[in-house]
């Protein structure tokens, strides 16, 4: 092929999108539809819990729209980081839908499935040998830290989708891949050249965010020998210059940098050339081969459970003190859970955010007025989650009618809830942030491929 045309219809499977967009970029030719569906974005518990963030419903309609696309243009649809976290059930969870809408739409598709969770097993024979090592700023890894987390995932690159679409997949879907990775597959599987592919891949990862209207919709890249076209799928959208080149700015720590784990993108001497008013030119993207092919590690671990109350302050005076009230509401609430449970501070943890005064930034507030009201969240953890709430519940008096020092009676607050306290459940927090040298690209995952009965 002299090129290779990638529709992304979206940055995330299940946010939705305009059946019109998937139409345009059909007209336009598209060789592939790649769409992300997970993210660490939204903290641990995804992967912790093994559960979606998203809900099935969006999931499923979003997947009915493309399947359809790509039966209909007889072009695979590749979907990674299923289930948000790319766990085994994440990826059983998009599967068990694709099937149910094949059926339904009476569609005869080959589906592939890649699992990236990993065994403990496996992941401390691999530390012994000396192949596991820390980004920064983790610390080594020990197997007590492998042993503690509740899912283990590998972040694939492109190389164990490219089996399944070369093993005769018309969809794939892959647990945890980079999010690039999901896009440049197809591309570099049909010889486009690695830089020009890994760099359309990154800028259309998040779908329109490369555009000047990023809620219209999803974009086509056209990547060919010498480098790759983008543009918007929605008429009143734009690609520019800026708004390409600006994508590298977005999760990256070297804008002009971004690995993968084959290797090194660099784009320090990528040019951006408008081609009109909605098509952007990017050539002099370059990708350098790593000596050693890595797989990044993400884990999760269970830290306690969680109690959170919230309560709102409109109280004028409290207001503009809400630093001394702050400080006796500290002193009270730890003085009375010694009293009353027994627990001293490290038996369990809180937190205060003051949402409306300085729960986002902190100490780098620049706001000097006081606010006209302020949402006081207390979270609660604990090794338990009845010792959680019991904290809780007593901080409830305080949060209810706490003055300040100088205070000769007793306000009302307001609770946002009845009851009160609302119990989180377990806590997780990441715990990998480790890779692995590989001996082959796709060691680490495991490929299913079932067949359409017409390619049987």
């Known amino acids: 092929m002299k090129a290779v045309r990638v529709l992304s219809p979206t940055g995330m499977l299940g946010a939705g999108f305009a059946q019109s967009t998937v139409d345009r970029g059909l007209e336009l ?12 974005d939204s903290g641990p518990h995804y992967l912790g819990s093994g559960t979606p963030k998203t809900t099935a419903a969006a999931v499923a309609r979003d997947l009915r729209v493309l399947l359809r696309a790509a039966a209909q243009a007889g ?30 739409e009476g569609l005869d598709l080959s589906v592939a499935t890649i699992r990236s969770e990993q065994r403990a097993d496996f992941l401390k024979a691999r530390l012994r040998a000396g192949a596991v090592h820390p980004l920064a700023p983790a610390r080594e890894l020990d197997e007590a830290t492998v042993d503690s987390c509740t899912h283990v995932v590998g972040m694939m690159g492109h190389e164990p989708i490219e089996e399944a679409l070369r093993a005769g997949a018309d969809v794939v879907l892959a647990g945890r891949a980079t999010d690039t990775a999901v896009a440049a597959a197809f591309p570099l599987m049909k010889g ?46 734009a690609c520019t210059p800026i708004s390409v080149a600006a994508h590298m700015l977005y999760e990256t720590v070297n804008p002009f940098r971004m690995r993968e784990p084959a290797g090194e993108l660099d784009v320090e001497h990528a040019t951006y050339t408008a081609l009109d008013d909605r098509r952007v030119r990017v050539e002099g993207s370059l990708f350098h081969l790593a000596d050693q092919h890595t797989v990044k590690l993400e884990g999760a671990r269970i830290t306690g459970y969680e109690t959170m109350s919230f309560t709102a302050i409109r109280d004028e005076h409290i207001l503009a003190n809400i630093e001394a009230w702050t400080k006796l509401f500290d002193k009270i609430f730890t003085e009375r859970v010694a009293q009353t449970l027994g627990l001293d501070g490290s038996e369990y943890t809180y937190d205060l955010r003051r949402y409306g005064y300085d729960a986002v930034l902190g100490d780098l507030e620049p706001a000097s007025r006081p606010p006209r009201e302020i949402g006081v969240m207390l979270l609660v953890r604990a090794a338990t989650q009845e010792l959680a709430t ?67």
Not at 76 to 93: A, K
Not at 398 to 413: I, K, N, V
């Open 192 to 237: 486009m050249p690695a830089g020009p592919s890994w760099h359309a891949a990154k800028i259309v990862e998040c779908g329109g965010q490369c555009t000047t209207n990023p809620r219209t919709g999803g974009v086509l890249a056209t990547i060919d020998e010498d480098g790759f076209t983008i543009e918007p799928l929605d008429p009143d959208a």
């Open 75 to 104: 072009i695979p649809l590749v979907v990674g980081s299923c289930g948000t976290s790319g766990t085994d059930s994440g990826v059983d969870w998009v599967a068990g839908m694709v099937e149910d809408i094949l059926c339904e």
């Open 390 to 456: 019991a904290a809780a519940k007593v901080a409830n008096p305080l949060m209810l009618h706490l003055p300040t020092p100088d205070m000769d009676y007793l306000p009302s607050l307001a609770f946002a809830t009845s009851p009160a306290e609302t119990e989180r459940g377990p806590v997780y927090e990441f715990v990998l942030n480790h890779v692995v040298d590989t001996r082959t690209p796709t060691e680490m995952f495991r490929i299913d491929l079932r067949k359409a009965r017409t390619h049987d």
């Open 29 to 40: 030719g598209a060789d592939v539809i790649s769409v992300d569906a997970g993210s660490t």
